[in-house]
C-alpha cells in the first residue's frame, strides 16, 4: 500500500511540475509570440474596454479621443476617434480592434490606457472603486496651427514639411502628402475597415507611412551642407578656397565627365560656389578627402543610423553603399553633391539645417512633449538631448554665412525667396534629377533652413 501512495504521490508531482512548466512556457517565454498572434484578440479586446485618455497638440488642440459609443447595442462602451482628421495621422497614429495600433497610439498606449507603474500607484486610492478610470494625457509637440500651415504651403503636392526647435529638437510641425484620415476605417465594421487600410497600403506613395520620418529621397544639392561640413573639418575647405570656372569635370578612372546643373559655367571662392550650388566643386571635395574619411564623415552627421525619434520604425539615410568606393571614384564625386545613392529622410535634412543653426550640436528630435495623469499631473517631460556633434562651433559660424549666402542677390538659389517683415534667414535648396526614362525633368525639390538669422 505504502509503494502505491509513493508512486501515486511521485506521479502528481510529476504532473504539477510538467503544468508548472508548460505554463510557464506559454506565460513567460512565449508571451510575446502569443501577444502578436493576429487571432489572439483577448489582450486587444482589454485594452479596448480600457479607458483611453487624448492625444492633445502643444497649442491644446485634441488629435485624438474616446468618446461614447453611438451604438447601444456596440460590445464597447467608447470609440476612438481623431478629429483633426489627416492632419496629424503621421505622430497619433490610429487605435483599432482589428488592425492594431502604431505611432503615439502604441509607444504610448499604456500611459493612455493609464497602465504605466506610476499611474497604477498613483491610482491605489481608488481600488475599491467600481469603475477606475486612470487614463492619462499625451502632449505632442507638434503645434495644431503651424501644422496648419505646413499642409497649406505643401498645396497639396507631394513632399513634406518638417519644422523644429534648433535647440531643443522639438517637432512642431511634421506634415506628409499623401496621408490617410484614421476615421475613415477605425470604427468601420471589419470588411470595410479592411478594404480601406488595403487601398492605403496600395496607393502610391505609401501613404500610410509618415513620409517626414519613415521615407527617404535623393537629397541633391541640399546634401552639399553636409559635404562642406565635412570639408571645413578636414581642413580640406576653407573661406579662402578658390576653384576653377568650368562647365565640366573628368574626374579620375574615367572618361565620363561631371557636369554642374543643365550644363552651366561655375566657380569660383566657396561662397561663390556654395551660393550657385555648382555640382563641381563638391564632387572635386569628395574625392579629395577620400572614401574613407567622407564616409566616416557622413556617419558623424548621423547617416546610416535611424533617427532617434520617439516613434516606431524611423528610416534611415544613406550614402550608398559604400563597398570598394575608393575603387569607383566618380560615384564618390556624384555622392559628394548629393546623387546617385544619397537618400535622406527628410526629418534628417531638418536635423542637418538644425545642426548648422545650433552651433555644430545635432539634437533628437520628439513628438511627444509630455505626459499626464489623470488629474493633470505630470508623469514624463521630454529632455532635450544631443544625438550627434559632426562640426565644431566655428565651421557652423561659416555654415551659416555660407547659407546666409544662399538668400542673397540674383547668383543665390533662394535669393527671390522673402519672409514676412523682412526677416533674415539662411538656406540650402537641391535639386536631384531622378533620372526617369521617358520622364527626364522630373526631380526632387528640396529647400532646408532656419530663421530669424540672429537667433534661429
Known amino acids: 500500500m505504502n509503494r502505491q501512495i509513493r508512486q501515486l504521490a ?34 486587444v479586446r482589454r485594452e479596448f474596454e480600457k479607458p483611453r485618455g487624448p492625444i492633445i497638440t502643444a497649442d491644446g488642440v485634441i488629435a485624438a479621443q474616446s468618446v461614447p459609443n453611438p451604438d447601444p447595442e456596440a460590445t464597447f462602451d467608447r470609440v476612438r476617434e481623431y478629429p483633426t482628421g489627416d492632419l ?10 482589428s488592425f492594431g495600433s502604431n505611432q503615439v497610439e502604441r509607444e504610448f498606449g499604456d500611459v493612455l490606457t493609464g497602465s504605466t507603474t506610476e499611474q497604477q500607484v498613483r491610482a491605489l486610492t481608488d481600488i475599491l472603486s467600481s469603475e477606475i478610470d486612470n487614463s492619462g494625457t499625451v502632449q505632442l509637440a507638434l503645434r495644431h496651427d503651424v501644422q496648419q500651415a505646413a499642409k497649406f504651403l505643401l498645396a497639396g503636392q507631394t513632399g513634406s514639411v518638417v519644422v523644429m526647435e534648433v535647440e531643443t529638437g522639438a517637432v512642431r510641425a511634421m506634415y506628409s502628402n499623401p496621408g490617410y484620415d484614421p476615421n475613415t476605417f477605425v470604427n468601420a465594421p471589419f470588411e470595410e475597415a479592411q478594404e480601406t487600410i488595403v487601398a492605403l497600403q496600395d496607393a502610391p506613395g505609401d501613404p500610410l507611412l509618415a513620409g517626414a520620418y519613415q521615407q527617404r529621397f535623393m537629397p541633391g544639392s541640399t546634401f552639399k551642407v553636409i559635404t562642406t561640413g565635412i570639408g571645413l573639418e578636414a581642413g580640406v575647405l576653407f573661406p579662402e578656397r578658390e576653384f576653377v570656372s568650368e562647365s565640366e569635370w573628368v574626374p579620375p578612372q574615367t572618361t565620363d565627365p561631371i557636369e554642374n546643373y543643365r550644363g552651366s559655367e561655375c566657380g569660383g571662392d566657396l561662397a561663390e560656389v556654395f551660393r550657385r550650388s555648382c555640382n563641381i566643386p563638391f564632387a572635386q571635395t569628395a574625392i579629395e578627402l577620400g572614401a574613407g574619411p567622407m564616409v566616416a564623415g557622413t556617419e558623424a552627421w548621423g547617416i546610416g543610423e ?20 575608393d575603387q569607383r571614384l566618380p560615384l564618390l564625386g556624384i555622392r559628394g553633391f ?21 552651433g555644430g550640436r545635432m539634437m533628437s528630435p520628439y ?12 508623469l514624463d517631460r521630454a529632455d532635450p538631448e544631443v544625438w550627434k556633434t559632426p562640426i565644431s562651433p566655428q565651421n557652423a559660424a561659416l555654415l551659416t554665412e555660407l547659407m546666409t549666402g544662399v538668400t542673397k542677390g540674383d547668383r543665390g538659389t533662394a535669393g527671390s525667396v522673402t519672409l514676412d517683415g523682412g526677416v533674415r534667414f539662411a538656406a540650402k535648396t537641391g535639386t536631384a534629377e531622378l533620372g526617369l526614362i521617358g520622364d527626364p525633368d522630373r526631380v526632387h525639390a528640396w529647400m532646408i533652413g532656419f530663421a530669424p538669422l540672429e537667433a534661429p
Open 10 to 43: 511521485l506521479g502528481l508531482m510529476t504532473c504539477y511540475v510538467v503544468l508548472f512548466a508548460t505554463l510557464n512556457y506559454w506565460q513567460v517565454a512565449q508571451e510575446e509570440v502569443l501577444s502578436a498572434n493576429i487571432e489572439n484578440t483577448r489582450a
Open 88 to 97: 496629424l495621422s503621421a505622430a497619433t497614429g490610429y487605435f483599432t480592434l
Open 306 to 325: 535611424e533617427l532617434p525619434i520617439d516613434l516606431p520604425r524611423p528610416a534611415a539615410s544613406t550614402f550608398g553603399n559604400t563597398d570598394d568606393l
Open 338 to 358: 548629393g546623387q546617385n545613392e544619397d537618400q535622406m529622410v527628410p526629418m534628417h535634412m531638418a536635423m542637418v539645417a538644425a545642426t548648422v543653426a545650433n
Open 367 to 378: 513628438i511627444v512633449e509630455a505626459t499626464y495623469d489623470k488629474n493633470g499631473r505630470v
